[in-house]
Structures are given as structure tokens and as C-alpha cells.
């Protein structure tokens, strides 16, 4: 127990009382400690507020302590209440850990060692993906501060600057194969695009934190400390693909012709030397001394790199002077193209290129010219029919080759301005050209303008397939026709072509022009035979004589007419499709599936079989009716021009048994072909023969009676 006079003793009390005091002026040295999070590097902020916590902790401790509480209770008892009630607030210790619990939120399991212990590019772009995910994240669940959160984010740049100097530094830069110190530098860019990304996601986050918790307008601006490592190696990679440029171009190029070993041998060595002097340069130093010294360095490179300039100049020159056309020409530049980009040896040629790009640009008028003379009026045109390439279709793939001839044309002014070319004078007038006249050839338009044409007519399969009507060439007399739109194979033709060249064709135009192929076969098949019969039955008419020979097999003919005058398209359509559709059935087992399919297979067959075999039967009905009118008018002809023999042969007995017996043999024949009502022609080719004779005979009889009178 505490002796009760030492409550009364005001020099203890007021010991007592000092001593609480300094423990708050010593606790508000840690409350009030804070650091500005724009110096130092992210770990550094890191630690700062995770070793807050931990003092703000053990001060807790302390002051739940046995002696804290007991000198608290007799400043209580004494009733020195303002030491006692004010002690928590003047020390701050309640704000201070709400700011820390709150930070902390964030600080916790921040990913930063991902970034620092990284060993190559690949493991830097992950950590800053980590990073920069778990800030994110945090930030919006966290009260840490936006004004905070930048030059955190700034603190971030600083380490990713300090990770890609420690990891590139290893490796040494400028003694790299071209090969692999581009696919590093572009791997570092990847890295340094990450960081673009995520930084941008962070500042559109942190607008809108600043909007949602009302805190006063800041410039949302994060600076990257790791930017003028960034320009430098953009820089460096550029410099080293110019070099290597230089470099191919002298090896592909000047050690063809006649300039001698020496002299190409000198030029490689040239600038080989001329890459040592920048060789030893630090690239990642960026500081103003390092600066200083990658200047001299390149000074010094480019002294030398003139020597071999001058070199390239007169080989190139003298190849252009003994080129004896333009094309040699275009071959030249090609072959130096990739050294254009150098303003020294782009001047010493600029005569020659003004003279190539004037052939470019006539080459490209005429191929405006051929244009604007249209598909239909041009040789492709006439061979597209003669390939059965419909006319839409045929358009397209003209106006792609001419898009293909102007494509090779500005390849070639590239040859001739080397890359960038665009950005010249002369480049952006032929550029502004080529854009125009590259809108004129957008295919689009045309295909946009058949499919509305198409969508507008009515082209289904279906109707009738014998169409019979009057024909004014012959008098209104009926002829026979098939009732098929030509329009339909035209149809099923464009849609194929257009889905060749990558068009989006609708389903239905799909599906009428499927219709129109599974009927085409047959379509063309009735259209050549029926065009065959009238053919046939013109060239019948035009020798009536043999009309009733042939009357069997016209017969014939409208017979199988007459059968299928009551087809209709529709029914090629479906049996085609029931057959298809069968087929897939029939692949289902066994069950009720497996036989369904099969009867339906069974039955697509059987229609298809059945239309199959009248457009056969018709083919082959007309063929033969076509084969024996034509057989038929022959030997018509030979009996006339043996009936004519008999009446002009000598009047001899042998000569008239041999040309009787010829006539005889053509009868014969005639009967062995079957021809229809061949007695009763008989009958009149006798009558013929009966009066040819007595005309002869009668002559003979005057001569007689001449002679003797």
C-alpha cells in the first residue's frame, strides 16, 4: 500500500507529474514522425510505416506497463486530472495509429522485392505487373493518400531505373550480337510498356479517389525517373540498326562488280573501326558526363562512317550510269535502299530518283488509264468468259490485281526513297495519289451493288421445267424451251467466287445458290438437249421429203415430253437434299434413328434416281433423234443424186441395174434404221424413178424414129 501522505506531498506530485510530461514529448516524437515518400526508394516508405506500427505497438506495451498505470492512478488520486485526462490526446498516439492500421493496408505484403531481386527483363516486367496490381488493388480499400500515392509511384520508377541499369549493365550493351541486343532492348521495352500501362491505370484511379474523397485538386502527374534510361536505349537501338544497315548494305552490295577486294575489304574494316570507338562508351550512364561521352564517341563514329560514305556514293553512282534502263535502275536502289535513310547519301543521288519517280508516276497513270476503261471493255473481261469466271466476280479480281500493281509500284518508290519515304515532299504528292486512287478501288461498292440487285429479283427454283411457247421468228410456232434463269447459274456462281475472295455472302443467297447448283446439272443438261431438238427439227424442215420418215422418232420425243411436262424444278431441289439428308441419317446405327434414316436415304435416292433418269432418258431419246435426221438427210441426198444420175447416165442396161441397185441399197438401209412410213415414200420415189424412166425411154424412142425417118 502507498503511504496516503505522499497525495499530499506536492514536491512528489509534482515530480510525478514532470515525469508524465516527458513521456509525452517523447511518444510525440515518434507520433509526429513522418517522411517525405518523393525521396528515397519504395522500400524505404515501405519499412518507414511498418516499423511505425511496431513503435506505436511497443509504446502501448510500455504504457500498459505496471509503473505507467500505478503513476497514472496516483496523479488520479491526487486529482492532477491534466496530466491524466489529457495525456492520450496531447499525445497523439489514437491518431497515429488509426494513419498507420490505415497505411498499412497497403504497405502490408507490398510485392516490391519482385522487382528488386529480378535477374533479367522478364522477372522485372512481372514484378512491375505485381506491383502495380497490388497498389492498385489496396489504394481503393486504403485512406492512403493520393498526394502520397504519386511520388510512391514515382519511388517505383526510381527502383525499376535502378533494376534495368543493374541487370543490362551485365551483359554489356554494345558488345552484344545486333541479334540478341535487339531482342533485349525489345524485351526492355516491353518492361517499360508495362510500366506505361499501369501508371495509367494508377493516375485515372487516382482522379477518381480525389473526386470520391473530396481532397484538394492536385496535379495528377506521376514523372518516371527510369524515362532518360528509356529515350537512351531507344536511342542506342536505333544508332546500332543504322550501324548494322550500313554494315549488310556495304557486305551484300559493295563486294558485288568491279571495285576489287582492296577496296571492299577497306570499307568493312572502316566501319569496323568506327563501332569500336562507341563500343567502350557506357550507354546506360545518363548522367551529364555519360552524355558527354557517348557525343564524342559518336562524333568520332560518324568521322568514319563519312570515309565509307564517300565509298558507297561513287560505287552507287557509277551503277547508276551504266544502268541502261529504268528497271536496272529500280534494281539498284533496291539493293542500296536501306541506306537512303542517310541524308549525305540521299543527296548525291537525288538526280536519279527525281528520274525514277517520274517512271512511277507515268507507270501509275496508265494504270489509272486502264481504270477508268472499265472491266467490261478490257482483255480481262474476254477471258473471264472464256474461264466461266462470273462478271461481278471477274470485276473484283481485276480491280485486286490492278490494287496488286499499284501495291508493287509504291514498293518501288520505297526502293527509290528508302524507308520513311512518305515524308518527303515528292513522297506525300504520290502517297496523296495513291490514296486516292486506292479509294476507287474498294470492291464494296460493286459487291454491295449486286447484292441489292440480286436481293431485288425473285431467282427460287421452282416452276415448270418444260416452258412451250410461239416463236415470231418462225412464224408464232411453237417451240420448246426449258423454264430455267440463266440468272440462277450465274448466281450460284458469283456467290462461290465472292466466298473465294473473302466476302460475307448471306445465308440466304447461300441457300439460293445452293438450290441453284444442286439443279444446275440437270438444268444445262435439258437446255443443250432441248436446243439440239430444235436444231434437229430445223434442219427436218428444211427438207420436207423425209418429214414422214422421221415421224417415229419425233414420236419418240414428245412422248418423253409429254412425260415430263408435269416435272418441276422444286422436285430436283428436295430429291437432291433428301438424298444429302439421307445420307447423314443413314450414319446413325441401329434403332429407330438408324432405320429412319435409312428409309429417307432409301427415298432420296429413289427421287434423285427417278429425275436422274428422264433428263438421261430425254438426252438420250433426243440424241438419237438427232442422229438419224441427220443420217436420214444424207442418204436422202445420195438417192436424189442417184435418181439424178439415172437421168443423165448413157442409155445403157448395165448403168441403170447399177445405179437401181445403189437406190435399192440406201432403201434397205433405211428400212434397217426403222424409219417410220417407209413404204409409202417408197411408193413415191418409185413414182420418180417410173417417170424418169419413160422420160428416157421416150427420148430414145424419138431418136429411133429421128433415125430412120
Not at 484 to 500: G, Y
Request: glycine share 8%; net charge neutral.
Amino acid at each position: 500500500a502507498m503511504d496516503a501522505a505522499l497525495l499530499s506531498d506536492s514536491g512528489f506530485l509534482n515530480q510525478l507529474q514532470g515525469d508524465v510530461n516527458g513521456w509525452i514529448k517523447e511518444i510525440q516524437k515518434v507520433t509526429k514522425l513522418d517522411r517525405d515518400p518523393g525521396s528515397g526508394t519504395t522500400s524505404q516508405e515501405i519499412n518507414f510505416w511498418l516499423s511505425m506500427e511496431r513503435a506505436l505497438d511497443r509504446i502501448e506495451d510500455q504504457l500498459a506497463s505496471d509503473e505507467i498505470v500505478l503513476t497514472m492512478d496516483v496523479l488520479k488520486a491526487a486529482k492532477r486530472f491534466h496530466a491524466t485526462v489529457s495525456f492520450r490526446t496531447d499525445t497523439g498516439l489514437k491518431e497515429a495509429g488509426d494513419r498507420v492500421q490505415k497505411y498499412n493496408v497497403l504497405m502490408k505484403d507490398f510485392p516490391i522485392n519482385e522487382l528488386l531481386a529480378a535477374t533479367d527483363i522478364g522477372r522485372i516486367s512481372v514484378g512491375v505487373e505485381l506491383i502495380f496490381g497490388h497498389f492498385i488493388k489496396k489504394l481503393k480499400l486504403t485512406a492512403y493518400p493520393v498526394v502520397r500515392a504519386l511520388p510512391l509511384a514515382e519511388a517505383i520508377s526510381r527502383d525499376l531505373h535502378d533494376q534495368l541499369a543493374k541487370v543490362l549493365g551485365h551483359v554489356r550493351l554494345m558488345h552484344m550480337d545486333y541479334a540478341d541486343f535487339d531482342r533485349l532492348v525489345r524485351e526492355t521495352q516491353g518492361a517499360l510498356d508495362v510500366w506505361e500501362t499501369q501508371a495509367k491505370e494508377l493516375a485515372n484511379l487516382a482522379r477518381e479517389l480525389t473526386r470520391k474523397r473530396s481532397e484538394k485538386f492536385i496535379p495528377i502527374k506521376i514523372r518516371a525517373a527510369h524515362a532518360p534510361l528509356q529515350e537512351r536505349l531507344r536511342f542506342v537501338h536505333q544508332f546500332r540498326q543504322q550501324h548494322e544497315q550500313l554494315q549488310q548494305t556495304i557486305v551484300r552490295v559493295m563486294a558485288q562488280g568491279g571495285g576489287g577486294a582492296g577496296g571492299d575489304s577497306s570499307a568493312i574494316d572502316e566501319i569496323r573501326l568506327a563501332y569500336d570507338i562507341v563500343r567502350i562508351v557506357d550507354v546506360l550512364d545518363v548522367t551529364p558526363d555519360g552524355a558527354d561521352a557517348w557525343e564524342r564517341g559518336e562524333t568520332a563514329y560518324n568521322e568514319r562512317v563519312a570515309r565509307v560514305e564517300n565509298q558507297i556514293i561513287a560505287r552507287l553512282r557509277d551503277r547508276l550510269a551504266t544502268a541502261r534502263n529504268a528497271s536496272e535502275m529500280f534494281r539498284v536502289f533496291s539493293k542500296f535502299n536501306a541506306l537512303f535513310v542517310r541524308p549525305k547519301i540521299r543527296g548525291a543521288i537525288q538526280e536519279y530518283q527525281t528520274q525514277l519517280i517520274s517512271s512511277v508516276k507515268d507507270d501509275i497513270r496508265r494504270l489509272h488509264d486502264t481504270f477508268k476503261r472499265n472491266y467490261r471493255r478490257s482483255e480481262a473481261s474476254v477471258m473471264s468468259q472464256l474461264r466461266d469466271v462470273p462478271p461481278v466476280s471477274g470485276a473484283i479480281v481485276w480491280i485486286r490485281q490492278i490494287e496488286r500493281q499499284l501495291d508493287m509500284y509504291m514498293r518501288r518508290v520505297e526502293d527509290v526513297l528508302g524507308r520513311g519515304w512518305e515524308l518527303y515532299a515528292e513522297g506525300q504528292r504520290l502517297q496523296a495519289d495513291s490514296a486516292s486512287f486506292r479509294r476507287k478501288l474498294d470492291t464494296r461498292p460493286l459487291y454491295d451493288a449486286w447484292y441489292n440487285d440480286i436481293s431485288r429479283r425473285d431467282l427460287t427454283v421452282g416452276g415448270r421445267v418444260f416452258l412451250v411457247t410461239r416463236h415470231r421468228a418462225t412464224g408464232n410456232a411453237f417451240q420448246l424451251g426449258i423454264s430455267f434463269d440463266a440468272q440462277l447459274i450465274t448466281l450460284f456462281k458469283e456467290v462461290r467466287e465472292l466466298m473465294l475472295l473473302g466476302f460475307q455472302v448471306p445465308h440466304t443467297l447461300v441457300t439460293m445458290a445452293r438450290d441453284g447448283k444442286r439443279v444446275y446439272p440437270y438444268a444445262v443438261s435439258l437446255m443443250e438437249t432441248t436446243k439440239i431438238y430444235r436444231q434437229a427439227s430445223h434442219r427436218l424442215q428444211q427438207h420436207p421429203e423425209v418429214l414422214a420418215l422421221a415421224a417415229g422418232y419425233r414420236s419418240d420425243v414428245m412422248l418423253c415430253v409429254r412425260k415430263g411436262m408435269g416435272l418441276k424444278w422444286q422436285y430436283f431441289v428436295m430429291s437432291s437434299a433428301s438424298g444429302a439428308g439421307g445420307g447423314v441419317g443413314g450414319v446413325g446405327g441401329g434403332g429407330i434413328g438408324g432405320g429412319a434414316g435409312a428409309v429417307v436415304g432409301a427415298m432420296g435416292d429413289s427421287h434423285e434416281n427417278r429425275n436422274a433418269a428422264f433428263v438421261r432418258e430425254f438426252s438420250g431419246v433426243v440424241s438419237l433423234f438427232q442422229e438419224k435426221v441427220e443420217a436420214l438427210i444424207a442418204l436422202n441426198d445420195e438417192i436424189n443424186g442417184a435418181v439424178r444420175e439415172l437421168s443423165v447416165c448413157p442409155y445403157v442396161q448395165a448403168n441403170f441395174t447399177a445405179i437401181l441397185d445403189r437406190i435399192q441399197a440406201l432403201i434397205d438401209r433405211l428400212n434397217l434404221d426403222n424409219y417410220a412410213n417407209l413404204e409409202q415414200w417408197v411408193g413415191e420415189l418409185d413414182g420418180r424413178l417410173e417417170q424418169v424412166l419413160t422420160m428416157r425411154l421416150s427420148r430414145a424412142i424419138h431418136a429411133w424414129i429421128a433415125e430412120f425417118d
